[in-house]
């Protein structure tokens, strides 16, 4: 008789429609099947994934996680902070589900589930944001507002025009940051509406706006910077490259790098993966290279 294999499944049981709670059993039952052992953990607050994940007995072989990308930001967060490094599964159940979609995960719970346990390892680029990891994107400015606060609804209904309202009805409150940028292969000073550091192939639900040829095991990230548009005029040429997902605009800066840091005179708001990332005058972003090993669906 083979050995059974312990896996601990960390999921939130609120995340996007709660749709975990129809599923959890048939999803347990797909685990078992392939010879788990399932503790499960449904989080009760902030932190508990992190927690989890950190003070978990020795003896899993995988952990799996449900919910949006908090939760799977907090399971990353712990495995990052751990000696033993453990494959990571993901079943979606958020609203947007960003990296599952740059992961190719389904957003099916079911046939995410049947990927934890027949599909394959792939390791995963992990970035910080000064030592506070983040799975896929870090970044500041008004279209960090945009494109979480856009309801998924009127994403779904209206596609990118939705991003483009959005930003058009937010133009009276922007603000913009100075700061001196420097990484691996420059350094530029310049009047930033939006920044953000990402490794993923969509942000905020609208795929393609972190540039073309995207790795996520390369090694490095992608870096797009927005300068302050000076007219009404500049920012809707801004928010149609976005949207066209040419990134074709004299105001929009891209490359990718492994060290980068920004330098401001008053502290900037900073969002990491979705969620509040803190307000610093220093960020300091490092890449760590196939960091965590995902499992994705056999292709």
């Known amino acids: 008789m083979s050995k059974k294999k312990n896996l601990l499944f960390v999921y939130n049981p609120h995340a996007g429609k709660a749709q975990i709670r129809s599923n959890l059993l048939d999803i347990i039952d797909i685990f078992v099947k392939a010879g788990y052992e399932v503790t499960a953990y449904p989080t009760q607050s902030p932190g508990d994934a992190i927690k989890a994940v950190k003070e978990r007995r020795p003896g899993y ?4 996680c449900s ?6 930001d907090e399971v990353v967060c712990g495995m990052m902070e751990t000696e033993e490094k453990l494959p ?12 599952a979609r740059s992961l190719n995960i389904s957003n099916r719970m079911l046939t995410a589930a049947n990927t934890v346990t027949d599909g ?3 390791s995963c680029d992990i970035g910080s944001l000064n030592g506070e990891y983040y799975v896929y994107v870090a970044a500041f400015g008004i279209f960090t507002e945009v494109t979480y606060a856009t309801p998924q609804n009127v994403k779904n209904t209206l596609g990118h025009s939705a991003y483009v309202l959005e930003a058009l009805r937010s133009l009276p409150t922007i603000k913009s ?5 420097k990484w691996e292969e420059g350094e530029l000073d310049g009047d930033f509406l939006y920044g953000m550091v990402t490794n993923s192939i969509s942000v905020g639900g609208f795929k393609g706006i972190t540039g073309q040829n995207v790795f996520l095991d390369d090694g490095f990230h992608e870096v797009t910077l927005i300068k302050n548009p000076v007219n009404p005029s500049e920012l809707t040429d801004i928010v149609f490259a976005l949207a066209d997902r040419g990134l074709d605009s004299e105001n929009i800066i891209t490359f990718k790098t492994r060290h980068i840091t920004f330098e401001s005179e008053e502290p900037v708001r900073w969002t990491r993966d979705g969620e509040f990332g803190g307000e610093h005058t220093s960020a300091e972003l490092i890449v760590y290279p196939c960091a965590v090993d995902f499992m994705i669906p056999d292709q």
């Open 177 to 181: 940051y100075k700061m001196h940028i």
């Open 120 to 122: 394959n390892i792939f």
């Open 88 to 99: 990571v599964g993901y079943i979606p159940a958020g609203s947007t589900n960003d990296f």
């Open 61 to 64: 072989d995988i952990i799996v």
């Open 67 to 72: 919910g949006g990308d908090g939760t799977l």
